[in-house]
């Protein structure tokens, strides 16, 4: 694959600065460019690095930039850009359509025009998969379990029986939609817990991505919801009933418990805990590690355990360090305290 | 499926007020029950709302009540009653027996009456299933593994060689059963660690159910056990030679170290870690995201990092939010202390 | 298999204090161990235990002992010469070399002498696969991937196109290597996430070991890495273009963000977190639970979150429990405080 410069100005929506006509083959890192190749700069601070980088075109953040720098392409939104840049000269390596020999789709499944099945994957009766969607070895996907277009379901995936995904949705190797959700009560009768039986769905809607090892388990009645946009990082557990609004965005590791409702553009850090049946608000903000006991209000930032506002977190966290200094302190004031009482006595 | 609420008096064991010849044909959440569906309150204060609930009978706690609020079906513990009618309603949708042509299994296995083995799941030599037990596609199940009757597991669970699974335990989709402990030690010789053989197995005993994504390491020697009636959610990290007791309760995501002692019917909240070689009592009760670092007594109820009795936790947790308060105050007494001293100097 | 201790001395390098005749049969704990058994002793608080200890032999740290506690196998190292004898007795139970009808191999993959292929593993075209390496039943080995020799690749394994494994690693069950980074950029033009192709590899390097449901993102350009001799327990996640050095321990569900770099011979406790773009120190060490939000120096041991050094977070821990107290008194000293300051007035 090559592409001029100016090519790469007309794919990535940019503004040229320097020479349109260099041929550029391949992306790279800021570090590693060569000449033959792409980069990209999205903090402002590393553009006093331009004359020491050898890339044969930069992706910069706009702003007034004079020839000689190098051959830069400056747009609003570097990332994006370079994203652009990224599909021309690495596109991603799927499988081509075809149902495998060895893959097992059974004879009642509905399979769009262009879908991939790979190897060893299984299709039970009832399912409908979407055009030009791919499945790869070793996916399970349960009965009468609907998959929209262009999805990507890699590896070892297992989508159970009656779960509804949308358009455009990537799920990564291993993860898992529609477990059982988490209920029992305890039975005197049986001298145990009883499983409360967990007979609704899970519904991710379009152009979600889900990573690795995650976890999504369906609705005891009714539905878990992963609402449109949103982007679930590796092995995050979302139990039972749980709403998630559109574009939210979930690091690897959180937990959300049972019928939490995830508002739109909520962003929830890494390892984060939710108790369950409580409200976080659209536009929320929540610091790794945190455990939330109660509702969040809309575009709250959040951190610690129990957690509070995130800026007083902050600043009870930086006393914390110094408990041992304050307990001192008291002690110290303690003993003049008394020592005036002393002298009235 | 039509069941009269008579009929459904009988299969939940409560007592009836309202009509009894209604027919029900599903169940549905209490917010879209209709006239044919049957639901259940669980909080005696959502009783007020019985006046505006559509359904066609309603599983209420026992009580008080006046003929003409709906037809009820008033029992001590409604959650079971709603689990009965949901197994009429929503029975599990499980294959039916018969091994797949597509599936692998060893001639030296031993396959109990009725067992469902699926596309893709291999049994090795000298593995034994249970009768009626149901084994989803891309299971592996390891050498000389043995598993009960009536259990189920879902699809890419591992079960590795010489394990031991009881009567009617669950086990859900890419959960991993035997996985080597994590146990090493630095050998000058090879200038690096040397890995501790990992020869054990893992006991996991009647009625226990296992989320998805879980990791139950084998034993060093001997076993890690879960207990009989023990409920794991998703995403659980149990290490080797971990003993569980009976009718545990460990949420989403908990981590437990090597060699710990759960007693029965300890409960742990989501995302809890517990340090190794330390005893939980019996009827302990931790909460979500603490870390355990010691021994937990008998029906203690503890949390935070390092976990501490909860109540404490929870009463310290409130000053953390107002340390900067706190610190001010003490830095004004110190202030108004030093003007007392100057006077008096 | 039949050991004299005298042959286990050779095998396990120590020192033989008693009857090197007796003929040892199987490996067992301390507390189990029979005639026929040898156990061993790592805690020198332990060796009081000897009198009582019925094994035939009993490998024990190097010390002063008297003939007629039992045979003794004194080594500087216990636990790896018990390892060795764990070795000799209980080997691991691997399945011999062959490639299984029911597996898909591709005719352009590279497969070495020796190996192993387990039925429904899927090797894709420009695979590479080392001598004598076992893949277990529904591995998926991606295209042009490449794995060293004399590795184990346990079952539902996902190892993704372009990734390179050493020689001599352990991969536990449904562990995914490859899955993609966490990396979006909202775009106003889509009113959504965009996604930002991650096109980078992941490295694993020889004699590593990874636990099971662990996952390990593959970079956004570049690699990936996880040095040589590296050991990370279960449900651990590694983000984008983290760079670990050699003989890491990482011990179950730490997560790992994006860009991170970990030094040599550093160990993370269990469910730690740490933030992007930071450098953790050769040496250093990280206690349980901890997040991580600023670099670690070398050596340093670290606790708390945000973490503090662990010698200050235990201090301060302390206190933080015993914080109603501590406001108890402050408010008494400003009561007598208040109280001296009206007699002056």
Redesign the interface.
């Known amino acids: 694959m090559k592409k001029t410069v100016e090519q790469l100005v007309e794919i990535t929506g940019g503004r040229l600065i320097g020479d349109g006509n260099v041929v550029i083959r391949d ?3 800021l570090e ?1 460019a060569g000449p033959g190749e792409i980069t990209f700069i999205l903090d402002k601070a590393k553009l006093k690095l331009l004359p020491s980088i050898k890339a044969g075109a930069i992706i910069v953040p706009e702003g007034d930039y004079q020839p000689g720098a190098g051959n830069l392409i400056a747009t609003r ?1 570097p ?2 850009a ?2 652009k840049a ?2 021309v000269f ?1 596109p ?2 799927l499988p081509g359509p075809g149902i ?1 020999p ?1 893959a ?1 789709v059974s004879a009642r499944a509905s399979v769009g025009e262009g879908v991939s099945i ?3 994957a ?1 299709v039970e009766k009832g399912a409908t998969i979407g055009p030009r969607t791919v499945v ?3 996916v ?1 996907i349960g ?1 009468d379990a609907r998959i929209g277009a262009d999805c990507i379901i ?3 995936v ?1 989508i ?2 009656g779960c509804i995904i949308g358009d455009r949705v ?1 799920v ?3 993860t ?1 939609i529609g ?2 959700g ?1 209920g ?2 305890w ?1 005197n009768d049986l001298n ?6 967990q ?1 609704g769905i899970v519904r991710i809607d379009d ?1 979600c ?1 889900l ?3 995650v ?1 999504v ?1 369906r609705a005891a ?2 539905e878990t919801v992963i609402g ?2 949103s ?1 679930i ?3 995050v ?1 979302v ?1 039972h009933n749980v709403k998630i609004g559109e ?1 939210a ?1 979930i ?3 959180v ?1 959300i ?1 049972g019928s939490v409702r995830v508002g739109d553009r909520v962003q929830i850090g ?2 984060v ?1 939710i ?1 369950g049946h409580i409200d976080i608000g659209d536009g929320a903000m929540i610091g ?2 945190s ?1 939330i ?1 109660g509702p969040v209000p809309s575009k709250a930032i959040y951190s ?3 957690a ?1 506002p995130h800026h ?2 902050l ?3 930086v ?6 200094e ?2 001192k ?2 002690n110290e ?2 003993k ?2 008394a020592e ?2 002393g ?2 006595g």
């Open positions: 992306v790279a890192s590693e939104n990332q994006i370079f994203a990224m599909d690495r991603a390596l495998h060895k097992e790979q190897a060893y299984v790869y070895p070793g399970y009965q890699y590896s070892g297992a159970r029986e990537i990564h190797c291993n898992v477990s059982d988490f029992y009560a039975d145990g817990y009883r499983k409360l039986p007979r152009d991505e990573g690795a090892c976890t388990d009645i009714g449109s946009g982007k990082d590796n092995l557990q139990a574009h965005i690091v690897a590791q937990g418990a890494g390892q805990g108790v790794a590690q455990g006991s610690g355990t129990p509070i007083d977190w600043k009870a966290s006393i914390f360090a110094k408990l041992p304050l307990k302190k008291i004031l303690e003049r305290l005036i009482e002298k009235k």
